[in-house]
Antibody, heavy 119, light 110 residues
Framework: EVQLVESGGAVVQPGGSLRLSCAAS????????MHWVRQAPGKGLEWVSL????????FYADSVKGRFTISRDNSKNSLYLQMNSLRTEDTALYYC????????????WGQGTLVTVSS | QSVLTQPPSASGTPGQRVTISCSGS????????ANWYQQLPGTAPKLLIY???RRPSGVPDRFSGSKSGTSASLAISGLQSEDEADYYC???????????FGGGTKLTVL
């Protein structure tokens, strides 16, 4: 059974930093592209970032480019998101998501970890 | 403002057929396949339709998808109360180098 378990969400002040983690199990982690997708309270889904199977390719939404860094450790079956210079608009539930491959969507989602940016 | 455009709400009575539209552009739906997600209240999204019209294992055949040009549609037949949820369309976007989502459609079963 595929499992994605996020952690690291917290309340942080504007300008602060946070590192999210995602522990993956139940599939061959180093075969798959992985994503972070976020959802602000009461709002829709927003793609944040993706990383290729070997960490060689990374892409970011314009809203987080230059502030967030995605990474992975295939030896630990783990995905990370380093978030710097946080803004109030970054407040959201952050999901760790597995790519199905071939532009066929995102087939497994974690339950999310909540990041609240507030003074 | 979402890259893909969906109606904010839709409704139907049990047993009815409901469709939800999704409009994109040449850099996403027009050149890539459309996918749909269902988000039940208080839960994570779930892949409902991929590659325009394919269902993952376990998704009932009451759910179907289609694509034409830069638009896609999700149809739900034999509407049931448990179908009440938010539905999101999505597609890879060549300009963004990542997936884009619609703003979501809240489906109410009357």
């Amino acid at each position: 059974e595929v499992q994605l378990v996020e952690s690291g969400g917290a309340v942080v002040q504007p300008g602060g930093s946070l590192r999210l983690s995602c522990a993956a199990s139940g599939f061959t982690f180093d075969d798959d592209t992985m994503h972070w997708v976020r959802q602000a309270p009461g709002k829709g889904l927003e793609w944040v970032s993706l990383i290729g199977w070997d960490g060689g390719n990374t892409f970011y939404a314009d809203s987080v480019k230059g502030r967030f860094t995605i990474s992975r450790d295939n030896s630990k079956n783990s995905l990370y998101l380093q978030m710097n210079s946080l803004r109030t608009e970054d407040t959201a539930l952050y999901y760790c998501v597995k790519d199905k491959g071939g532009y066929d969507g995102l087939d497994y989602w974690g339950q999310g970890t909540l990041v609240t940016v507030s003074s | 403002q979402s890259v893909l455009t969906q109606p904010p709400s839709a409704s139907g009575t049990p047993g009815q057929r409901v469709t939800i539209s999704c409009s994109g552009s040449s850099s996403n739906i027009g050149s890539k396949t459309a996918n749909w997600y269902q988000q039940l209240p208080g839960t994570a999204p779930k892949l409902l339709i991929y590659s325009n019209n394919r269902r993952p294992s376990g998704v009932p055949d009451r759910f179907s998808g289609s694509k034409s040009g830069t638009s896609a549609s999700l149809a739900i037949s034999g509407l049931q109360s448990e179908d009440e949820a938010d539905y999101y369309c999505a597609a890879w976007d060549d300009s963004l180098n990542g997936p884009v989502f619609g703003g979501g459609t809240k489906l109410t079963v009357l």
